[in-house]
């Protein structure tokens, strides 16, 4: 039968002038689309095959062919799989889309995201017109499994397609593209280099389950015995060159540490092997493989900004994307690996990503898995655990202010510095179950330092009597502290806020509320002038229940924000109003005292000394929390004066 011309609807004729020119930023991708399509045929012939449907069909050597020839500029892929009749081939390529056309027709109009319109493209399952970038013809030819005649189809992509029945063809489907010039400037590059197909094949279709072969040498170059040679190439004349290695699909006794490393090292770019590897597999109404990594050190770029982050994704096995987000919490960005999906788009975007139900059903299940793994590491492989919370604890505990859900889960697998050892970190539940009988909260402490911490004056009274305080020194610890309300029905507090009574027993505490209520009334005097004296720095002048050593200390009100959680604000550009703190006095201490009986002692109950002193009382307490002078230079001279002779 002679060729038939046809031309394409107005619409599909537009669509596709899109998909030329504007739809694929990456090139690159026609080969992955090709590829895909060989695969899927030789998934359904061995389907058919093993349903008996397919008389006369050959399987004996399923596989994917890619041939280049530079001196004729094409490019070939071809596959041995379940091809396609006549009118298969008017029905699946002569019409793009007939279906909905007009409707992707407007939406690709109606987008300007380069990404957002493949994903389009690839709900409507054309991906194979993406050939049409690089070449300025395609040629098909394609014999059904078990048939007899051939047929082919080729179109220049300029409106019209003609279709011819074929007395031979082999099995299954070739696509021959004719190759546009090369333009650096477009980045089109050149597609019969081997090289170049090599590289694209190992980038996306390097753990496809069918062999994809080349050429051991370009075809040019083949068969160059002299005129007349025969040119008939032998199995030993081709090479696979995709590894068909998908790890995360074969059963986890079939699969070595080595090779879980060596794939780990690959995707990670890391040269030290993996600290934990975390398999998953999905069945049901979605299904997908995940093959997730936990590494062993902390990468230099896991702080900044901007840095790459995420999983992945493939689709049967095709490489889709590298670094996709939507997957796992930006707190689990230190994860590596791969989540293969069975029932997604190739062009899927990573807008379509953010709204599709099942990619948010992924996230949530890899994110609980990964973090019950780590909780797992703390009892099965403490060192192991050990190391992941060194490295990313403080990543970890971003969760703890963006992840609700989880919130709960990484309370529990976080551990914290601690008074109870200094070596040994705690669990929040440890830190419970070792909680003094009396004790309803959790007490911390934060700070630049263990150090510095345990110098505190804040802990004077908590050390003397022996309750533990955790000790958070990571600057994330001051913001998580003021979301994360309670654990275990405890809840947490800061010993820098509000009163503490640690007293123990109704006897001592009706002994010791006498005592202070008579110190109360002899330093009222002296708390009312220095409450006035130093009333643009602070809010109240008051007696301290929480300093045994220390002459005074800042505290900041029950609800009120501490000044390092100011800065931290600050820092980000938010103009946060200043927070009067809270000076307490320690009664006990010779210099308070001191300070109290000059007071009473003076008929004005002031004077310009005791003012002085009062503010270097100020500025030791701001001096011992680490805090920052307002005028080093007056507190340097002022205090020179006291000391000297």
Same mark, same amino acid.
């Given at each position: ?10 619409? &599909?004729?537009?669509?596709? =002038? ?60 071809? #596959? ?48 194979? !017109?993406? &050939? ?15 048939? *007899? ?21 082999? $099995? ?16 089109? #590059?050149? !597609?019969? $280099? ?29 068969? =160059?015995? @002299? ?5 008939? +190439? ?29 794939? !780990? ?89 953010? %709204? #599709?139900?099942?990619? $948010? ?45 989880? +919130? ?92 503490? #009574? ?45 300093? *045994? ?24 550009? %938010? ?42 009382? !100020? @500025? ?26």
């Amino acid at each position: 039968m002679s060729a038939e011309t046809h031309e394409f609807q107005v619409e &599909a004729r537009q669509l596709l =002038q899109l998909m030329i020119h504007s739809i694929y930023s990456n090139k690159d991708v026609f080969l992955r689309e090709l590829i895909s399509n060989a695969s899927d045929a030789l998934d359904k012939l061995r389907l058919t095959a093993l349903r008996d449907e397919a008389p006369g069909a050959d399987v004996s050597d399923l596989h994917i062919g890619v041939e280049t020839d530079a001196q004729a500029r094409t490019l070939t892929v071809r #596959d041995n799989g379940i091809g396609m009749s006549r009118e298969e081939v008017v029905q699946l390529i002569g019409t793009i889309a007939s279906s909905g056309t007009a409707r992707l027709l407007k939406e690709l109009k109606e987008t300007d995201d380069a990404d957002a319109a493949a994903g389009l493209i690839g709900q409507f399952g054309v991906g194979f !017109y993406s &050939a049409f970038m690089v070449a300025d013809e395609v040629a098909v030819v394609t014999r059904h499994a078990g048939g *007899t005649r051939g047929t082919r189809w080729v179109s220049r992509g300029e409106g019209t397609y003609t279709v011819e029945d074929l007395d031979e063809a082999p $099995q299954g489907t070739t696509v021959t593209l004719h190759l546009k010039p090369v333009d650096v400037e477009n980045r089109l #590059d050149d !597609y019969t $280099q081997d090289w170049k197909i090599r590289e694209i094949v190992k980038r996306y279709s390097d753990f496809i389950t069918w062999p994809i072969r080349m050429a051991v040498q370009p075809a040019a170059a083949a068969g =160059q015995t @002299g005129e007349g040679a025969d040119t008939e +190439r032998t199995p030993d004349d081709f090479e696979t060159v995709n590894s068909m290695k998908a790890l995360w699909a074969r059963a986890r006794e079939d699969v070595s540490d080595e090779e879980y490393h060596e794939l !780990y090292k690959r995707i990670s770019h890391d040269w030290l092997a993996p600290l934990e590897t975390v398999r998953l597999q999905a069945e049901g109404t979605f299904e997908y493989q995940a093959l997730l990594f936990i590494p062993s050190r902390a990468s230099q770029d896991l702080f900044t900004q901007g840095s790459s982050r995420g999983l992945q994704l493939f689709v049967k096995r095709v490489h889709i994307m590298d670094d996709c987000e939507q997957l796992l919490p930006s707190y689990l960005r230190f994860v590596k690996g791969i989540v293969d999906a069975q029932d997604l788009s190739l062009n899927v975007s990573r807008e379509i990503l953010q %709204q #599709d139900r099942h990619i $948010q059903r992924m996230h949530r299940r890899l994110t609980k898995k990964v973090l019950s793994t780590i909780k797992d590491l703390r009892t099965s492989a403490p060192e192991s655990y050990a190391t992941v919370w060194r490295e990313f604890g403080k990543v970890l505990k971003e969760g703890l202010l963006d992840d609700h859900e989880n +919130r709960d889960a990484i309370l529990a697998l976080c551990s914290f510095p601690s008074t109870h050892a200094p070596e040994e970190p705690t669990t929040l539940a440890q830190y419970v179950e070792r909680m003094k009988d009396g004790q309803e909260e959790i007490f911390y402490l934060t700070g630049d330092s263990r150090e510095a911490i345990e110098n505190s004056p804040h802990m004077e009274a908590f050390r003397a009597k022996g309750v533990e305080v955790l000790l958070l020194t990571d600057p994330i610890d001051e913001v998580w502290v003021t979301a994360v309300p309670e654990f275990d029905g405890r809840q947490l507090r800061s010993i820098t806020k509000g009163e503490v #009574d640690l007293g123990g027993g109704d006897a001592d505490t009706e002994e010791t509320e006498h005592e202070r209520e008579n110190q109360r009334k002899e330093y009222a005097g002296l708390l009312s002038w220095m409450t006035e004296q130093l009333g643009q720095d602070v809010k109240e002048v008051r007696l301290s229940t929480r300093l *045994t050593l220390s002459p005074a200390c800042l505290v900041s009100d029950t609800h009120d924000i501490t000044p390092a959680l100011e800065n931290i604000y600050r820092a980000m550009g %938010q103009d946060i109003p200043h927070t009067k703190r809270i000076l307490e006095l320690n009664p006990g201490h010779s210099l308070v005292d001191g300070l109290n009986k000059a007071h009473t002692e003076r008929e004005d109950g002031a004077g310009a000394g005791l003012a002085e002193i009062a503010e270097l009382l !100020y @500025g030791m307490a701001l001096l011992a929390e680490g805090g920052a002078l307002k005028d080093p230079a007056r507190f340097t001279k002022l205090m020179a004066d006291r000391l000297s002779f």
